[in-house]
């Protein structure tokens, strides 16, 4: 928006055309006060910001939108309760531009969704969490009734007497597990100390193998997978030509030879190395297929 057109989006920019006899600016630009929002009026809609009252999952792609988020909606009535009036919002989602509609309801003061999405259910059943209810405020206030006591007394007594074995049983079973605790904090201390002590063990196994971290103990799907993996065979030979070099070739050797045997060592591990990395390259050692079963067995 140009400076221009957002001072005349505020309404402050008077054009030299404009005579006080010409009425507002709204008047004068020929247009609502509201604007745009204002474009849908005549067929009652008022283009508002929603701001979602809960979570709700998308109907178009399942995915959630979150309480909070805003939408331009299109606001308009739809119908009474009593004298208030029921309004309406249509609005498209972010994620998939699915329509989503939700109506206000007056007689429960909530926000309901007539379609397009769905709420996401997060009240709890009062069983599902076995819990008790307490009741509600209307009751307690019923209880100051003598008549009411009188009604419900004998309920009231049917449902301790039930209620009553449960608890008892439920007071013993708490005593129980904590009536020893000596030796509840001694089994914890014990378990404790054993978890402590394999650590320290794997930790000594690790440094040896000079490894900086600790690892997992060695399982057979490991070892299979270990007995699994073929290296090229060019460099088992070429490993085996060296060895055999090495034997044969004397140990008092003349300096000028053991330096000559050294260049042709230094070249030839120069070559291993080349080929073991081209190998890598073509693919002859898969380190995929083997890193995928080795973090499959180790968990
Ligand atoms: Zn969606």
Redesign the pocket.
Known sequence: MSSLAAARADNFYYPPEWEPKKGGLNKFHGQHALRERARKLDQGILIIRFEMPYNIW??????M?AKGVRFNAEKKQVGNYYSTKIWSFTMK??????EIVIQTDPKNCAYVIISGAQKKTEDYDVEDAETFALPADEDRAKLSDPFYRLEHQEEDLQKKKEAEPVLVRLQKVSDSRHSDDYNLNRALRARLRGQKKKVAQEEEVSRKMGLGIRLLPSSSEDAAVASGMRFSSKFERNRKDKRAAIKASSIFGEPSTSRSRMLELESKRRKLKVSSASALLAGNIKPSSWTQSRSGGRK
Do not use: P
């Open positions: 998308c109907g178009g792609c399942n995915s939108i989602s972010a994620c998939c531009q699915h």
